[in-house]
């Protein structure tokens, strides 16, 4: 368990945004870019399709998870989870 209490792996449950259900997710990646963390969430009801919805949540301290709302901030994950990949496809 890191300092978030969270892990790659795990399954989370977050509200719907404009409804009242919880949706599950799975953590994929867990990544830092200057002193913010980010987490990639893939719905667990889609984990074994072709294609797959990618979330990405800023973890903002005390359990909040933040939606991206800057397009530079979203440009910036964008590439590093981009990087991330490409590193992990070379291994």
């Known amino acids: 368990m890191n300092e978030l209490g969270i892990d790659v792996g795990e399954v989370i449950s977050i509200?719907?945004?404009?409804?009242?259900?919880?949706r599950d997710f799975r953590i994929m990646?867990?990544?830092?870019?200057?002193?913010r963390t980010y987490l990639c969430?893939?719905?667990v009801d889609q984990e074994?399709?072709?294609e797959y919805e990618i979330h990405f949540l800023r973890f903002d301290g005390s359990d909040t998870?933040?939606?991206i709302?800057?397009?530079e901030e979203w440009e910036n994950v964008e590439?590093?989870?981009?990087a991330?990949?490409?590193?992990?496809?070379?291994d």
């Not at 590439?79 to 981009?82: E, K, L």
């Open 15 to 22: 509200q719907e945004e404009g409804t009242e259900e919880d």
């Open 29 to 35: 990646y867990i990544f830092d870019i200057e002193d």
């Open 41 to 43: 969430l893939v719905p």
């Open 48 to 50: 074994d399709e072709e």
């Open 65 to 67: 998870l933040t939606p």
């Open 69 to 71: 709302e800057s397009d």
């Open 79 to 82: 590439a590093t989870f981009d």
């Open 84 to 90: 991330i990949l490409a590193e992990n496809e070379e």
